[in-house]
């Protein structure tokens, strides 16, 4: 069965101090795998996905298919951070099964 | 340019009564996806149309949902009889095509539902 699994509901870091939020998934397919952001009193957004390879505001995510992991990093969080963060395993269709998500409070 | 919109931003109702939400897509949209989320159930899928037509509609919770889909536009999602375990927030999102991939998803700003 497909499953998304954020193991930490809450993230507490310093301004400057590396964050990383885990993700597993379990999937019998080929994954496509994002991350979704949503900062406070804001929509939902796309932070980044894993075809794209890319960086986004400092953040980074690389695809272990041997692991299953999905994890998000940072090397220096910043105050504008603070947010909630969804691991999302999409399938062909376009439908996203999310993660329970991970809050960041990021504290100067 | 406009993003999705979806009204009413707050809905509340008393149980057993119907309630319909409302979704404008980015025009030119031809996906769009609705999801709910709840305390007890986080982030869930709950249907999907291309352009008229629900192909999937597995993640629905009851018969006592139902949505549509008009002009490959304006989508409404249909609360029969609602019950206190609905409450949530109702998200809806369109992309340029169905799939995943490099169609990026854009989420409206959700409809708050409360059932009494």
Same mark, same amino acid.
């Given at each position: 069965?497909?499953?998304?699994?954020?193991?930490?509901?809450? *993230?507490?870091?310093?301004?400057?101090?590396?964050?990383?939020?885990?993700?597993?998934?379990?999937?019998?397919?080929?994954?496509?795998?994002?991350?979704?952001?949503?900062?406070?009193?804001?929509?939902?957004?796309?932070?980044?996905?894993?075809?794209?390879?890319?960086?986004?505001?400092?953040?980074?995510?690389?695809?272990?298919?041997?692991?299953?992991?999905?994890? *998000?990093?940072?090397?220096?969080?910043?105050?504008?951070?603070?947010?909630?963060?969804?691991?999302?395993?999409?399938?062909?269709?376009?439908?996203?099964?999310?993660?329970?998500?991970?809050?960041?409070?990021?504290?100067? | 340019?406009?993003?999705?919109?979806?009204?009413?931003?707050?809905?509340?109702?008393?149980?057993?009564?119907?309630?319909?939400?409302?979704?404008?897509?980015?025009?030119?949209?031809?996906?769009?996806?609705?999801?709910?989320?709840?305390?007890?159930?986080?982030?869930? +899928?709950?249907?999907? +149309?291309?352009?008229?037509?629900?192909?999937?509609?597995?993640?629905?919770?009851?018969?006592? +949902?139902?949505?549509?889909?008009?002009?490959?536009?304006?989508?409404?999602?249909?609360?029969?009889?609602?019950?206190?375990?609905?409450?949530?927030?109702?998200?809806?999102?369109?992309?340029?095509?169905?799939?995943?991939?490099?169609?990026?998803? +854009?989420?409206?700003?959700?409809?708050?539902?409360?059932?009494?």
């Amino acid at each position: 069965a497909q499953r998304v699994t954020q193991p930490e509901k809450l *993230l507490s870091v310093f301004k400057g101090a590396p964050v990383e939020l885990k993700c597993n998934y379990s999937y019998s397919g080929s994954p496509e795998l994002f991350w979704y952001v949503q900062y406070s009193r804001q929509r939902l957004q796309l932070l980044l996905r894993h075809i794209s390879r890319e960086s986004i505001k400092g953040f980074t995510a690389d695809l272990n298919k041997g692991e299953t992991s999905f994890h *998000l990093k940072k090397p220096f969080a910043q105050e504008e951070d603070s947010a909630m963060y969804y691991c999302a395993l999409g399938d062909s269709w376009g439908k996203l099964q999310f993660g329970a998500g991970t809050q960041v409070v990021v504290t100067p | 340019g406009a993003g999705v919109s979806q009204s009413p931003s707050n809905k509340v109702t008393e149980k057993g009564k119907d309630v319909e939400l409302r979704c404008d897509p980015i025009s030119g949209h031809t996906a769009l996806y609705w999801y709910r989320q709840s305390l007890g159930q986080g982030l869930e +899928f709950l249907i999907y +149309f291309q352009g008229n037509s629900a192909p999937d509609k597995s993640g629905l919770p009851s018969d006592r +949902f139902s949505a549509e889909r008009t002009g490959g536009s304006v989508s409404t999602l249909t609360i029969q009889r609602t019950q206190q375990e609905d409450s949530a927030v109702y998200l809806c999102a369109s992309s340029l095509a169905v799939g995943g991939g490099y169609n990026e998803q +854009f989420f409206g700003p959700g409809t708050r539902l409360t059932v009494l």
